[in-house]
Structure formats: structure tokens, C-alpha cells
């Protein structure tokens, strides 16, 4: 049962334009959710995360936004630029601890 | 200051043979998570220490798996006997106490298995 889930394997987007991936959830017991960014050979780092008292937080070039109702997140990323290239996980803590991670999305931004 | 630690960073081995992954929290931080990501996937929880300490360990196959936390600071992650299966990355992370809503989780390199 995939609780967190990322439809898109993979995304191309040039740079300077908007980057947006999404995340869907099943769980309605979720409510705090993280996104992680995956270099090839290192481990996943922290991006952003959202409450979901929230439906909108902003960081810098990264937004992430939170519709309860369709349990569905995206991030948006503008200007996208070439080191944005990553693996994108969606992330959310079951029962305060434990991160269940979705399947990834694949981002390239080629100038 | 260094970030979680492992080693070895690959390893491949004949399927039936034991394997070891050990792991460097960042200092100061008691618990300590191992994760297991396959090809194409996110990570997946195996074991998460509070100190020395298991606290969950539900997702650990205990047949081949076992991890040890002996002073509550490293830990070593064993499959005995690996299974073509097993070939994944295994990730290590670490945080302070408390929920992750509020306590980063900082994650390893990871160490990528190849069972042959």
C-alpha cells in the first residue's frame, strides 16, 4: 500500500521556467510533509517542508503547496536552473517518526 | 562539522555471503534510522534507534537482517546470508529526539550492495 505517492518518474524543464512536481497522499491521518532532494551518490537532504495547518510555504525559489481536501502537494520551483537537476522525493512522518517516502520524481533542467 | 558517515560507500558480494554496513551519526543526535532503497523507489525504514536502544524494527527482516547500536552512537547494519535480493542502497540517517516535524533527519551517502 503506497500511502505516498509520485506519479511522474520524471521531469524536463528549462531553466529559467517553472518546475512543478507533485505528490499525492492517501493517508488523511498525515499532516506534516517534507520534500527531499537526491543527488546521484549522496544521500537525500532536507528541501522544504508544510504543516497542514498551512497551504502555502515558501522558501527562496522553492514554494510547496498543500490541498487537504484532494490530499495532493506540489512543489514549485521558479527560475529552475541547471543544479536543481535532482531526485525529488515526497515525504510525510507516520505517527510523528517514521518518513514514508514516495517513489521519486526525476527532474533534468537543460539550458 | 561532519554529517552521517558510511562505509563502506559499495560493496559487492556472491549471494550467501554476510555483509556489514556501518554507520557515524552526526554528533549529538540519539536516534538513528537505517533505510532500504531499491532501484526507482524512496526509502523505506528498516530499524530506528533511540539511543542503543530499537525502537522500531518492524520493517527488519529478522531472518538475515540484524543491527546493533552497541554505545548508542555507531551502528552496523548485518545480512546474513545476502540474497540476489538485497542488492539495494542502504541509507543511514540521523536526528535529534522528538518527531521529525520538528528534527531534521540527516541522511548518509547510503552504501550500495550488489549481490551477485
Redesign the interface.
Given at each position: 500500500d503506497q500511502q505516498?505517492k509520485q506519479n511522474s518518474?520524471s521531469l524536463s524543464v528549462q531553466e529559467g521556467r517553472i518546475s512543478i512536481l507533485n505528490c499525492d497522499y492517501t493517508n488523511s491521518m498525515f499532516d506534516?510533509f517534507?520534500w527531499y532532494k537526491k543527488y546521484p551518490?549522496?544521500?537525500?537532504?532536507?528541501l522544504i517542508?508544510i504543516?497542514s495547518i498551512k497551504d502555502k510555504n515558501e522558501d527562496g525559489r522553492f514554494t510547496v503547496f498543500l490541498n487537504k481536501s484532494a490530499k495532493h502537494l506540489s512543489l514549485h520551483i521558479v527560475p529552475s536552473q541547471p543544479g536543481d537537476s535532482a531526485v525529488y522525493?515526497c515525504?510525510a512522518?507516520h505517527r510523528?517518526?517514521?518518513?514514508i517516502?514516495?517513489?521519486?520524481t526525476r527532474l533534468q533542467v537543460f539550458p | 562539522e561532519a554529517g552521517v558517515v558510511q562505509s563502506p560507500r559499495y560493496k559487492i558480494i556472491e549471494k550467501k555471503q554476510p555483509v556489514a554496513f556501518w554507520c557515524n551519526p552526526i554528533s549529538g543526535h540519539n536516534t538513528l534510522y537505517w533505510y532500504l532503497q531499491n532501484l526507482g523507489q524512496g526509502p523505506e525504514l528498516l530499524i530506528r534507534y533511540e539511543n542503543e536502544e530499537a525502537v522500531d524494527d518492524s520493517q527488519l527482516p529478522k531472518d538475515r537482517f540484524s543491527a546493533e547500536r552497541l554505545k548508542g552512537v555507531d551502528s552496523t547494519l548485518k545480512i546474513q546470508p545476502a540474497e540476489l535480493g538485497d542488492s539495494a542502497v542502504y541509507l543511514c540517517a540521523s536526528s535529534l529526539d522528538g518527531p521529525v516535524s520538528y528534527n531534521e533527519q540527516f541522511f548518509g551517502p547510503g552504501t550500495r550492495l550488489t549481490v551477485l
Open positions: 505516498v518518474p506534516y517534507l551518490a549522496e544521500g537525500p537532504t532536507f517542508s504543516s522525493f515525504a512522518p510523528t517518526d517514521k518518513l517516502f514516495g517513489t521519486g | -
